[in-house]
Protein backbone atom coordinates (compact mmCIF):
# COMPACT_ATOMS: atom_id res chain seq x y z
CA UNK A 1 0.00 0.00 0.00
CA UNK A 2 1.37 3.38 -1.13
CA UNK A 3 2.28 5.67 2.19
CA UNK A 4 1.11 8.95 0.02
CA UNK A 5 -2.50 10.58 1.23
CA UNK A 6 -5.33 9.89 0.27
CA UNK A 7 -6.48 12.46 -2.08
CA UNK A 8 -9.94 11.78 -4.14
CA UNK A 9 -12.71 12.42 -3.06
CA UNK A 10 -16.15 10.24 -4.96
CA UNK A 11 -19.64 11.71 -4.91
CA UNK A 12 -22.68 10.14 -6.45
CA UNK A 13 -25.31 11.87 -8.46
CA UNK A 14 -27.80 9.63 -10.27
CA UNK A 15 -30.82 10.63 -12.52
CA UNK A 16 -28.72 13.61 -13.63
CA UNK A 17 -28.42 15.85 -16.86
CA UNK A 18 -25.19 17.23 -17.89
CA UNK A 19 -23.76 19.12 -20.64
CA UNK A 20 -20.90 18.49 -23.06
CA UNK A 21 -17.94 20.89 -21.91
CA UNK A 22 -18.57 23.00 -24.83
CA UNK A 23 -22.06 23.93 -23.30
CA UNK A 24 -23.82 22.28 -26.57
CA UNK A 25 -27.48 21.19 -25.49
CA UNK A 26 -27.97 17.30 -24.70
CA UNK A 27 -31.82 15.53 -24.80
CA UNK A 28 -33.67 14.66 -22.15
CA UNK A 29 -33.67 15.65 -18.68
CA UNK A 30 -32.16 12.17 -17.55
CA UNK A 31 -30.58 11.59 -20.31
CA UNK A 32 -27.54 9.86 -18.88
CA UNK A 33 -29.91 7.28 -17.48
CA UNK A 34 -30.71 4.28 -20.21
CA UNK A 35 -33.83 3.69 -19.12
CA UNK A 36 -34.83 1.08 -21.65
CA UNK A 37 -32.10 -1.08 -20.10
CA UNK A 38 -33.71 -4.12 -18.30
CA UNK A 39 -31.85 -3.55 -14.62
CA UNK A 40 -33.30 -0.19 -15.04
CA UNK A 41 -35.71 -0.03 -11.75
CA UNK A 42 -38.16 3.12 -10.47
CA UNK A 43 -36.38 6.36 -10.49
CA UNK A 44 -38.87 7.48 -7.32
CA UNK A 45 -39.27 4.28 -5.13
CA UNK A 46 -37.28 4.60 -2.29
CA UNK A 47 -35.42 0.98 -2.47
CA UNK A 48 -33.69 2.54 -5.64
CA UNK A 49 -32.18 5.71 -3.67
CA UNK A 50 -31.99 3.02 -0.59
CA UNK A 51 -29.30 1.11 -3.13
CA UNK A 52 -27.23 3.39 -4.74
CA UNK A 53 -27.01 5.65 -1.40
CA UNK A 54 -26.21 1.90 0.09
CA UNK A 55 -23.50 0.89 -2.49
CA UNK A 56 -21.96 4.73 -2.60
CA UNK A 57 -21.33 4.58 1.74
CA UNK A 58 -19.99 0.67 1.14
CA UNK A 59 -17.51 2.67 -1.51
CA UNK A 60 -16.78 5.18 1.20
CA UNK A 61 -17.60 7.87 -1.08
CA UNK A 62 -18.15 11.54 0.57
CA UNK A 63 -21.65 12.15 -0.54
CA UNK A 64 -24.92 11.39 -2.29
CA UNK A 65 -26.24 14.24 -4.45
CA UNK A 66 -29.73 14.49 -5.69
CA UNK A 67 -30.80 17.04 -8.17
CA UNK A 68 -34.27 18.86 -8.33
CA UNK A 69 -36.79 19.04 -11.12
CA UNK A 70 -39.42 21.98 -10.01
CA UNK A 71 -41.34 21.72 -13.25
CA UNK A 72 -41.76 19.15 -16.09
CA UNK A 73 -40.34 20.50 -19.36
CA UNK A 74 -43.10 21.12 -22.42
CA UNK A 75 -41.64 20.81 -25.97
CA UNK A 76 -44.53 21.72 -28.44
CA UNK A 77 -47.28 23.17 -26.26
CA UNK A 78 -46.98 19.81 -24.46
CA UNK A 79 -45.40 17.79 -21.83
CA UNK A 80 -42.06 16.31 -22.85
CA UNK A 81 -42.83 12.63 -22.86
CA UNK A 82 -39.04 11.70 -23.48
CA UNK A 83 -37.91 13.19 -19.93
CA UNK A 84 -38.58 11.05 -16.50
CA UNK A 85 -41.32 12.61 -14.54
CA UNK A 86 -41.94 12.17 -10.87
CA UNK A 87 -39.38 13.73 -9.12
CA UNK A 88 -39.61 13.63 -5.57
CA UNK A 89 -38.44 16.21 -3.26
CA UNK A 90 -34.82 15.64 -2.99
CA UNK A 91 -34.34 16.68 1.26
CA UNK A 92 -37.66 14.19 2.07
CA UNK A 93 -35.65 11.47 0.33
CA UNK A 94 -32.24 12.51 2.12
CA UNK A 95 -33.77 12.82 5.46
CA UNK A 96 -35.43 8.73 4.74
CA UNK A 97 -31.43 7.64 3.56
CA UNK A 98 -30.24 9.28 7.05
CA UNK A 99 -32.02 6.01 8.61
CA UNK A 100 -30.76 3.71 6.37
CA UNK A 101 -26.66 5.17 6.00
CA UNK A 102 -23.96 5.65 9.16
CA UNK A 103 -21.22 8.42 7.19
CA UNK A 104 -22.17 8.96 3.71
CA UNK A 105 -22.53 12.60 3.17
CA UNK A 106 -26.07 13.74 2.35
CA UNK A 107 -26.84 16.79 -0.43
CA UNK A 108 -29.64 17.82 -2.00
CA UNK A 109 -29.89 20.97 -4.41
CA UNK A 110 -32.52 23.24 -3.80
CA UNK A 111 -33.29 26.43 -5.28
CA UNK A 112 -32.46 30.17 -3.91
CA UNK A 113 -35.03 31.64 -6.42
CA UNK A 114 -38.07 29.81 -5.06
CA UNK A 115 -37.70 29.73 -1.68
CA UNK A 116 -37.27 31.46 1.50
CA UNK A 117 -34.27 31.25 4.00
CA UNK A 118 -35.86 30.56 7.41
CA UNK A 119 -37.39 27.67 6.12
CA UNK A 120 -34.68 26.21 3.85
CA UNK A 121 -32.40 26.54 6.82
CA UNK A 122 -34.59 24.86 9.14
CA UNK A 123 -35.07 22.03 6.81
CA UNK A 124 -31.24 21.69 6.39
CA UNK A 125 -30.61 21.58 10.06
CA UNK A 126 -32.57 19.66 10.89
CA UNK A 127 -31.62 17.11 7.83
CA UNK A 128 -27.72 17.89 9.49
CA UNK A 129 -29.26 16.45 13.00
CA UNK A 130 -30.52 13.77 11.91
CA UNK A 131 -27.92 12.37 9.90
CA UNK A 132 -25.44 13.29 12.75
CA UNK A 133 -23.56 16.37 10.32
CA UNK A 134 -23.92 15.15 7.30
CA UNK A 135 -25.90 17.56 5.05
CA UNK A 136 -25.13 19.54 2.29
CA UNK A 137 -26.91 21.98 -0.15
CA UNK A 138 -26.38 22.54 -3.51
CA UNK A 139 -27.45 25.99 -4.42
CA UNK A 140 -28.85 26.72 -7.67
CA UNK A 141 -30.51 30.13 -9.03
CA UNK A 142 -33.28 30.70 -11.85
CA UNK A 143 -34.59 33.10 -13.49
CA UNK A 144 -37.46 30.95 -15.52
CA UNK A 145 -40.48 32.76 -15.61
CA UNK A 146 -41.99 29.46 -16.62
CA UNK A 147 -40.79 27.70 -13.36
CA UNK A 148 -41.74 30.41 -11.64
CA UNK A 149 -45.44 30.10 -12.66
CA UNK A 150 -45.48 27.03 -10.18
CA UNK A 151 -44.84 29.61 -7.24
CA UNK A 152 -47.38 32.33 -5.62
CA UNK A 153 -45.05 35.21 -6.50
CA UNK A 154 -44.75 34.01 -10.58
CA UNK A 155 -40.90 33.44 -9.46
CA UNK A 156 -39.58 35.90 -11.50
CA UNK A 157 -36.25 37.27 -11.40
CA UNK A 158 -34.00 38.90 -13.47
CA UNK A 159 -31.05 36.91 -14.50
CA UNK A 160 -28.86 39.67 -13.35
CA UNK A 161 -30.01 39.52 -9.75
CA UNK A 162 -29.99 35.73 -9.46
CA UNK A 163 -26.54 35.80 -7.52
CA UNK A 164 -27.23 38.44 -5.64
CA UNK A 165 -30.07 36.67 -4.18
CA UNK A 166 -28.46 33.10 -3.67
CA UNK A 167 -25.34 35.21 -2.12
CA UNK A 168 -27.68 36.95 0.40
CA UNK A 169 -29.84 33.69 0.63
CA UNK A 170 -26.71 31.68 1.90
CA UNK A 171 -25.55 34.71 4.61
CA UNK A 172 -29.01 34.85 5.31
CA UNK A 173 -29.39 31.18 6.00
CA UNK A 174 -25.61 31.24 7.66
CA UNK A 175 -26.69 33.61 10.11
CA UNK A 176 -29.63 31.14 11.45
CA UNK A 177 -27.46 28.48 11.69
CA UNK A 178 -25.00 30.69 13.71
CA UNK A 179 -27.88 32.26 16.23
CA UNK A 180 -27.45 28.67 18.35
CA UNK A 181 -24.17 28.56 20.34
CA UNK A 182 -22.74 25.12 20.31
CA UNK A 183 -23.67 25.52 24.09
CA UNK A 184 -26.89 25.16 23.11
CA UNK A 185 -28.26 29.20 23.38
CA UNK A 186 -30.78 30.77 21.66
CA UNK A 187 -29.78 34.01 20.52
CA UNK A 188 -32.04 36.69 18.30
CA UNK A 189 -31.10 36.63 14.67
CA UNK A 190 -32.15 39.84 12.32
CA UNK A 191 -31.55 40.22 8.60
CA UNK A 192 -31.90 43.54 6.76
CA UNK A 193 -30.82 43.33 3.02
CA UNK A 194 -32.17 43.67 -0.57
CA UNK A 195 -34.13 40.63 -0.65
CA UNK A 196 -34.56 39.47 2.86
CA UNK A 197 -35.67 41.58 5.99
CA UNK A 198 -36.33 38.97 8.40
CA UNK A 199 -35.72 38.96 12.59
CA UNK A 200 -37.00 36.71 15.03
CA UNK A 201 -35.27 33.22 16.95
CA UNK A 202 -34.36 30.03 15.02
CA UNK A 203 -35.98 26.71 16.20
CA UNK A 204 -33.19 24.41 15.16
CA UNK A 205 -30.16 24.34 17.67
CA UNK A 206 -26.78 24.64 15.94
CA UNK A 207 -25.70 21.15 13.82
CA UNK A 208 -23.12 18.94 14.16
CA UNK A 209 -21.48 20.29 11.15
CA UNK A 210 -22.16 24.20 12.13
CA UNK A 211 -23.20 24.32 9.17
CA UNK A 212 -24.16 22.06 6.12
CA UNK A 213 -21.87 21.81 3.57
CA UNK A 214 -22.55 24.25 0.86
CA UNK A 215 -22.34 23.01 -3.05
CA UNK A 216 -22.24 25.37 -6.07
CA UNK A 217 -22.39 24.69 -9.64
CA UNK A 218 -22.38 27.87 -11.59
CA UNK A 219 -19.68 28.76 -14.24
CA UNK A 220 -19.61 31.72 -15.29
CA UNK A 221 -18.02 34.88 -14.36
CA UNK A 222 -20.60 35.70 -11.80
CA UNK A 223 -20.95 32.19 -10.65
CA UNK A 224 -17.36 31.34 -10.41
CA UNK A 225 -17.02 34.56 -7.77
CA UNK A 226 -20.12 33.49 -5.89
CA UNK A 227 -18.62 30.15 -5.38
CA UNK A 228 -14.72 31.83 -4.78
CA UNK A 229 -16.79 33.82 -1.96
CA UNK A 230 -19.38 30.99 -0.60
CA UNK A 231 -19.14 27.71 -1.49
CA UNK A 232 -17.39 25.12 -0.10
CA UNK A 233 -17.76 22.33 -3.33
CA UNK A 234 -18.05 23.54 -6.70
CA UNK A 235 -19.75 20.84 -9.34
CA UNK A 236 -17.53 21.86 -12.22
CA UNK A 237 -18.66 20.61 -16.36
CA UNK A 238 -14.99 20.73 -17.52
CA UNK A 239 -14.29 17.00 -18.28
CA UNK A 240 -10.96 17.39 -19.98
CA UNK A 241 -8.03 17.73 -18.30
CA UNK A 242 -6.63 21.05 -19.68
CA UNK A 243 -9.59 22.40 -19.01
CA UNK A 244 -10.45 21.48 -15.64
CA UNK A 245 -6.95 22.98 -14.25
CA UNK A 246 -7.55 26.10 -16.61
CA UNK A 247 -11.30 26.32 -14.47
CA UNK A 248 -9.37 25.01 -10.92
CA UNK A 249 -6.53 27.14 -11.23
CA UNK A 250 -8.97 30.33 -11.90
CA UNK A 251 -11.04 29.49 -9.36
CA UNK A 252 -8.63 28.98 -6.48
CA UNK A 253 -7.05 32.30 -7.30
CA UNK A 254 -10.36 33.98 -6.89
CA UNK A 255 -10.61 32.64 -2.96
CA UNK A 256 -7.60 35.08 -1.84
CA UNK A 257 -9.95 38.05 -2.32
CA UNK A 258 -12.05 36.45 0.56
CA UNK A 259 -9.67 35.28 3.26
CA UNK A 260 -9.49 31.84 1.85
CA UNK A 261 -7.35 29.16 0.57
CA UNK A 262 -7.25 26.59 -1.78
CA UNK A 263 -7.99 23.93 0.72
CA UNK A 264 -11.54 25.42 1.55
CA UNK A 265 -12.73 24.77 -1.95
CA UNK A 266 -13.13 21.09 -3.34
CA UNK A 267 -13.87 21.08 -7.18
CA UNK A 268 -15.74 18.09 -8.53
CA UNK A 269 -16.61 17.73 -11.63
CA UNK A 270 -19.22 15.66 -13.33
CA UNK A 271 -18.11 12.53 -15.09
CA UNK A 272 -19.58 8.89 -16.70
CA UNK A 273 -17.59 5.90 -16.48
CA UNK A 274 -17.59 2.76 -18.51
CA UNK A 275 -15.44 -0.24 -17.31
CA UNK A 276 -14.54 -3.53 -19.88
CA UNK A 277 -12.21 -6.28 -19.69
CA UNK A 278 -10.00 -4.39 -22.40
CA UNK A 279 -9.83 -1.05 -23.72
CA UNK A 280 -11.81 -2.57 -26.96
CA UNK A 281 -14.24 -4.00 -24.61
CA UNK A 282 -15.22 -0.23 -22.66
CA UNK A 283 -15.08 1.34 -25.92
CA UNK A 284 -17.37 -0.98 -27.51
CA UNK A 285 -19.96 -0.78 -24.58
CA UNK A 286 -19.59 3.07 -24.19
CA UNK A 287 -20.40 3.24 -27.86
CA UNK A 288 -23.66 1.57 -26.75
CA UNK A 289 -24.35 3.15 -24.38
CA UNK A 290 -25.12 6.32 -25.57
CA UNK A 291 -26.83 5.06 -28.41
CA UNK A 292 -29.13 3.82 -25.80
CA UNK A 293 -29.09 7.21 -24.27
CA UNK A 294 -29.43 9.19 -27.73
CA UNK A 295 -32.57 7.25 -29.09
CA UNK A 296 -34.21 8.69 -32.47
CA UNK A 297 -36.64 10.71 -30.95
CA UNK A 298 -34.49 12.02 -29.03
CA UNK A 299 -31.95 13.14 -31.84
CA UNK A 300 -35.10 14.59 -33.28
CA UNK A 301 -35.87 16.55 -30.65
CA UNK A 302 -31.78 17.59 -29.88
CA UNK A 303 -32.38 19.28 -33.64
CA UNK A 304 -35.62 20.69 -32.89
CA UNK A 305 -33.89 22.62 -29.66
CA UNK A 306 -31.70 23.98 -31.75
CA UNK A 307 -32.70 25.00 -35.04
CA UNK A 308 -36.66 26.29 -33.16
CA UNK A 309 -38.79 24.59 -35.40
CA UNK A 310 -40.89 21.02 -36.11
CA UNK A 311 -38.45 18.73 -37.43
CA UNK A 312 -40.69 15.81 -36.94
CA UNK A 313 -40.36 14.78 -40.60
CA UNK A 314 -37.01 14.49 -40.72
CA UNK A 315 -35.57 11.54 -40.79
CA UNK A 316 -32.78 10.35 -37.66
CA UNK A 317 -30.90 8.59 -39.76
CA UNK A 318 -31.31 10.95 -42.52
CA UNK A 319 -28.41 14.20 -43.10
CA UNK A 320 -29.13 17.33 -41.13
CA UNK A 321 -31.63 20.03 -42.35
CA UNK A 322 -30.36 22.77 -44.96
CA UNK A 323 -33.05 24.97 -43.39
CA UNK A 324 -31.34 27.70 -41.19
CA UNK A 325 -31.87 27.61 -37.79
CA UNK A 326 -34.31 29.91 -35.75
CA UNK A 327 -31.56 32.34 -33.66
CA UNK A 328 -34.03 32.30 -30.24
CA UNK A 329 -35.84 29.02 -30.45
CA UNK A 330 -38.72 28.83 -28.13
CA UNK A 331 -40.15 25.10 -28.82
CA UNK A 332 -38.81 23.66 -25.58
CA UNK A 333 -40.03 25.58 -22.15
CA UNK A 334 -38.50 24.80 -19.23
CA UNK A 335 -35.22 23.85 -20.23
CA UNK A 336 -31.53 26.22 -19.61
CA UNK A 337 -29.76 27.05 -22.84
CA UNK A 338 -26.04 28.14 -22.93
CA UNK A 339 -24.20 29.51 -25.84
CA UNK A 340 -25.60 30.46 -29.32
CA UNK A 341 -27.80 27.96 -30.63
CA UNK A 342 -26.98 29.37 -34.07
CA UNK A 343 -23.13 28.96 -33.90
CA UNK A 344 -23.29 25.47 -32.31
CA UNK A 345 -25.70 24.73 -35.26
CA UNK A 346 -23.11 25.27 -37.68
CA UNK A 347 -20.48 23.46 -35.63
CA UNK A 348 -22.95 20.39 -35.80
CA UNK A 349 -23.15 21.15 -39.67
CA UNK A 350 -19.43 21.19 -40.25
CA UNK A 351 -18.97 17.89 -37.57
CA UNK A 352 -21.60 16.06 -40.00
CA UNK A 353 -20.12 17.21 -43.18
CA UNK A 354 -16.37 16.43 -42.47
CA UNK A 355 -17.16 12.61 -40.65
CA UNK A 356 -20.68 11.77 -42.93
CA UNK A 357 -22.62 11.87 -39.75
CA UNK A 358 -26.77 11.05 -39.95
CA UNK A 359 -28.67 13.45 -37.61
CA UNK A 360 -28.75 10.64 -34.66
CA UNK A 361 -25.02 9.99 -35.28
CA UNK A 362 -24.45 13.96 -35.43
CA UNK A 363 -25.94 14.15 -31.93
CA UNK A 364 -24.21 11.18 -30.71
CA UNK A 365 -20.93 12.71 -31.37
CA UNK A 366 -21.43 16.20 -30.78
CA UNK A 367 -23.41 16.18 -27.51
CA UNK A 368 -21.03 13.09 -26.20
CA UNK A 369 -19.20 14.34 -22.67
CA UNK A 370 -15.75 13.55 -21.41
CA UNK A 371 -16.29 10.06 -19.88
CA UNK A 372 -13.67 7.78 -18.07
CA UNK A 373 -13.68 4.47 -20.37
CA UNK A 374 -11.37 1.54 -20.17
CA UNK A 375 -10.19 -0.70 -17.59
CA UNK A 376 -10.52 -0.64 -14.23
CA UNK A 377 -6.96 -0.28 -13.75
CA UNK A 378 -6.33 2.78 -16.63
CA UNK A 379 -9.69 4.20 -14.81
CA UNK A 380 -8.34 4.30 -11.45
CA UNK A 381 -4.78 5.69 -12.70
CA UNK A 382 -6.35 8.64 -14.95
CA UNK A 383 -8.84 9.77 -11.84
CA UNK A 384 -5.76 10.06 -9.93
CA UNK A 385 -3.83 12.04 -12.73
CA UNK A 386 -6.91 14.31 -12.88
CA UNK A 387 -6.15 15.25 -9.39
CA UNK A 388 -2.63 15.14 -8.86
CA UNK A 389 -2.58 17.63 -11.79
CA UNK A 390 -4.54 19.78 -10.36
CA UNK A 391 -7.61 19.54 -12.69
CA UNK A 392 -10.41 18.74 -9.93
CA UNK A 393 -10.18 17.58 -5.97
CA UNK A 394 -12.72 15.00 -6.88
CA UNK A 395 -15.46 13.50 -9.31
CA UNK A 396 -19.10 13.32 -8.93
CA UNK A 397 -19.83 9.73 -11.02
CA UNK A 398 -23.59 10.00 -12.92
CA UNK A 399 -24.42 6.27 -12.94
CA UNK A 400 -25.86 5.30 -16.73
CA UNK A 401 -28.09 2.80 -14.37
CA UNK A 402 -30.93 2.94 -11.35
CA UNK A 403 -29.89 1.65 -9.19
CA UNK A 404 -27.05 -1.04 -9.80
CA UNK A 405 -25.29 1.78 -12.05
CA UNK A 406 -22.23 2.29 -8.92
CA UNK A 407 -21.47 -1.03 -8.18
CA UNK A 408 -19.38 -2.53 -11.02
CA UNK A 409 -17.27 0.97 -10.17
CA UNK A 410 -17.27 0.66 -6.41
CA UNK A 411 -16.38 -3.34 -6.68
CA UNK A 412 -13.84 -2.71 -9.71
CA UNK A 413 -12.19 1.03 -9.28
CA UNK A 414 -12.21 1.77 -5.54
CA UNK A 415 -10.05 -1.05 -4.62
CA UNK A 416 -7.33 -0.02 -7.26
CA UNK A 417 -7.48 3.61 -5.87
CA UNK A 418 -6.86 2.22 -2.69
CA UNK A 419 -3.90 0.38 -3.84
CA UNK A 420 -2.67 3.41 -5.23
CA UNK A 421 -2.77 5.34 -2.18
CA UNK A 422 -5.22 7.86 -3.89
CA UNK A 423 -8.79 6.89 -1.72
CA UNK A 424 -9.40 5.72 1.45
CA UNK A 425 -9.73 3.21 3.12
CA UNK A 426 -12.40 3.88 6.22
CA UNK A 427 -14.01 6.57 6.50
CA UNK A 428 -12.00 8.30 9.49
CA UNK A 429 -14.67 11.03 10.65
CA UNK A 430 -18.43 10.89 11.40
CA UNK A 431 -19.46 14.47 9.30
CA UNK A 432 -19.28 15.66 5.23
CA UNK A 433 -17.41 18.48 6.51
CA UNK A 434 -14.39 15.43 8.61
CA UNK A 435 -15.08 13.83 4.77
CA UNK A 436 -14.17 16.73 2.87
CA UNK A 437 -11.19 18.00 4.98
CA UNK A 438 -12.76 21.15 5.57
CA UNK A 439 -12.94 23.00 8.76
CA UNK A 440 -15.30 23.30 11.20
CA UNK A 441 -17.00 26.91 10.75
CA UNK A 442 -16.71 29.56 13.37
CA UNK A 443 -19.42 31.67 14.44
CA UNK A 444 -20.39 34.59 12.93
CA UNK A 445 -22.56 38.40 14.00
CA UNK A 446 -26.17 38.04 13.69
CA UNK A 447 -26.61 41.43 12.80
CA UNK A 448 -26.64 42.54 9.18
Known amino acids: ?53 RTAERGLFDFFFLAEGLRLREHKGRIHDLDVVGRPESLTVLNALAAVTERLGLAATVNATFNEPYELARRLATLDHLSGGRAAWNVVTSSDAF ?20 AEFVATARQLWDSWTPEGVSRPFAHRGRHFDIAGEFTVPRSPQGHPVVIQAGDSAEGREFAAAT ?62 QVSPQNAILALEQL ?10 DGPLPEI ?3 PDPQLTRGRTRRGDTVAIAEKWRALSKEKGLSIRQTVIEASGRQSFIGTPGAVAAELETFVRRGAADGFVLVPHLTPGGLDEFVDR ?11 RTEYEGTTLRSHLGLSHPPLEGLIS
Open 1 to 53: MSARKPIVHLAALPHSRLRSSGGTPIPGVNNTTVWADPRSRSQIEFSSFEHLA
Open 147 to 166: TGENFRRGGYLNHSERYGRA
Open 231 to 292: ADVVFSRHGTLEAGRAFSADLKRRLAKYGRTPGDLKIMPGVTVVLGDTAAEARERATEIRRQ
Open 307 to 316: WGVDLSAYDP
Open 324 to 326: DPV
Open 413 to 423: VVPLLQERGAF
